[in-house]
């Protein structure tokens, strides 16, 4: 206790901002006397919040575990100087979101790059990560910051880095950190002076017009619309709207009729229990006005807008959100079918439908590690996605996901195909002819426990499993040896008999270990809709199978 005590002294000492002194002065005083009150002052000097691939994100408080002024301050620190190391006044463009402390964190950032003598260019307002993105590529900066936490809960809030300019080549502007550069700059950090010894100062840049140029650029990248849509959007809280609007509106789509309760931004997210599209009950306020304005398409940002879900109206079923797969293959086939070029890429747990698309129209594929990181480096890139409704559609512009353009894209798909009078559903269904029906799943499991993920991934390492929906695993591969071109990561490949595929992987991002599932059926070329429905049906049954046979083997 006397160690924490001097730890948590140290660490007010050196504390920038003093609501955040007084917030641990009072846990302090709890823990004398509160066992939870300890245990989470404990938690906040546990170890510093780990700087790596994503960059930081975690819960806001104050200690040297948390998201707070000083973490960031000693982060900005460490990134000036690693960047100073490689170039003579480096450029550095920083943005940020509408959450809690966001502008703040980014005037921290800018002030300390200003003080270190590199430039920093400050984005205007709360606008979507999308933007920064761009703006790395657009200004030619050396690197950008972004100050977001994306789709988590309201308590956190994070700091993404890219690299650009002259740190990295031309294809990689834009793209966030990889080894080497994230083990370098916290190393950086590691070695940076309290916070209140590092020194802030004034002069950035204010990048007022990125806002209109990305704008500009993206609405003119096709022709107008061919049939008029009505479209319900929701920003999801976040900072979308303004941004989703004038892009769709640029483009010829005016009837675009807002969820106004989630329209503007708010870092609480009152209205959803956790801010990301793909959570269930999320869109039910979105379906819902779909319903009563008799809209064509459904389409929602997370709240920094770099990822896109859209509903559709299945005959099937009525209004549902379009699995991360499902979106991913409608816009290969529509960037394949419209001559996009080059080599088209996904993650090793996205759906392999992708590589049929893309050979279907004579590009390129590869398979990447999960995440943006890795896709965005691809040379040559035409298209991009994950899973986890993520999509490059542009990445001559974006080199990251982007739930704008993507937006773009998708109502321009859509409006052609109600032109054939055809839907996003009949274009699925028209892929399942060619290519085969795949459907993807995921399982998920959240733990407060963090040393009980590792335990999951040795169990099934030590333990692997023989069969998975009744049909023989044929195949298990341990990816911490790499797999092909993929280089070695935590996670288990297993395939089956059947054809299906089971990754199990830690979440990179939470506190989650995740099964990402997908099961292939094959389609005859003239299957009619209701042989198509009964495929769909058996498909379905066939990944509530394997979910059943993993929560009974890794989780119970």
């Given amino acids: 206790m006397s160690e924490l005590h001097e730890q948590v002294t140290s660490w007010i000492d050196s504390d920038v901002d003093l ?15 509160d066992p939870e009150a300890l245990a989470e002052l404990e938690d906040r000097f546990a170890v510093r919040l780990q700087f790596g691939t994503a960059g930081l994100r975690g819960a806001m ?17 460490g990134l000036i100087t690693y960047l100073k190391e490689n170039c003579e006044q480096p450029i550095v463009v920083i943005g940020n979101d509408a959450r809690h402390q966001s502008r703040q964190f980014a005037l921290d950032t800018a002030g300390v790059v200003m003080a270190a003598g590199g430039q920093a260019v400050l984005l205007p307002d709360a606008l979507p990560t999308p933007l920064l993105a761009f703006a790395v ?25 890219y690299l650009g300019g002259r740190m990295v080549p031309d294809h990689e502007a834009g793209v966030q950190i990889v080894a080497p550069h994230d083990s370098l700059i916290a190393q950086a950090i590691t070695l940076a002076p309290p916070a209140n010894q590092i020194p802030l100062a004034q002069g950035w840049d204010t990048c007022d017009d990125i806002q209109q140029a990305y704008i500009e650029t993206i609405s003119t990248a096709g022709e107008v619309i061919t049939a008029p849509l009505r479209i319900v959007y929701t920003a999801m809280h976040g900072v979308g709207a303004p941004t989703v609007q004038s892009v769709l509106n640029k483009a010829g789509f005016t009837d675009v009729v807002c969820v106004k309760e989630q329209q503007n931004p708010d870092p609480d997210f009152p209205t959803v229990v956790f801010p990301n599209p793909e959570e269930p009950g999320a869109l039910d306020m979105a379906i819902e006005l779909a319903q009563s304005t008799d809209a064509d398409l459904i389409i929602a940002s997370d709240p920094d807008a770099d ?32 001559g996009r070029s080059g080599v088209y890429a996904n993650s090793l747990v996205s759906s392999r439908q992708l590589e049929k698309i893309a050979t279907h129209y004579g590009n390129a594929y590869s398979k990447t590690l999960t995440g943006f990181k890795w896709m965005g480096r691809v040379e040559n890139l035409g298209f991009a996605y994950e899973e986890a409704i993520g999509y490059c559609v542009r990445p001559d512009l974006v ?53 009980q993920i590792p335990q999951v991934m040795v169990k099934l390492r030590d333990y692997p499993m023989d069969s998975l929906a009744g049909s023989r695993v044929t195949q298990t591969i341990d990816l911490a040896g790499g797999w092909g071109k993929i280089p070695p990561t935590d996670g288990i490949l297993m395939l089956t008999e059947a054809d299906d595929q089971v990754v199990v992987r ?43 046979d993993l929560q009974s083997s890794l989780f119970t």
């Fill in 506 to 548: 830690p979440s990179g991002t939470e506190p989650k270990v995740k099964c990402y599932l997908e099961v292939i059926e094959p389609v005859d070329s003239q299957a009619s809709f209701e042989e198509l429905s009964e495929i769909r049906a058996r498909a379905g049954n066939r990944l509530e199978l394997l979910k059943t």
């Fill in 307 to 338: 990822r896109c879900a859209v509903a559709v109206l299945d005959p099937r079923q009525g209004w549902r959100i379009l699995h991360g797969d499902e979106l991913g293959a409608i816009l290969g086939e529509s960037l394949g079918r419209s």
């Fill in 137 to 161: 590529r657009h200004l030619g900066a050396d690197a950008g910051v972004m100050v977001t936490a994306s789709h988590n809960p309201a308590a956190d809030n994070g700091y993404k880095v």
């Fill in 399 to 451: 080199r990251d996901k982007d739930g704008i353009s993507t937006a773009l894209e998708i109502a321009r798909l859509a409006s052609e195909l109600k032109k054939e009078s055809n839907s996003l559903m009949w274009l699925l269904d028209d892929l399942a002819r060619r290519n085969g029906l795949y459907l993807s799943s995921q399982l998920s499991v959240r733990f407060d426990d963090l040393s």
């Fill in 61 to 77: 408080g104050a200690g040297p575990n948390r998201m707070n002024r000083a973490v960031v301050i000693q982060a900005a620190h």
């Fill in 19 to 33: 609501s955040a002194q007084d917030e641990l002065r009072q846990l302090a005083q709890q823990a004398q006397s």
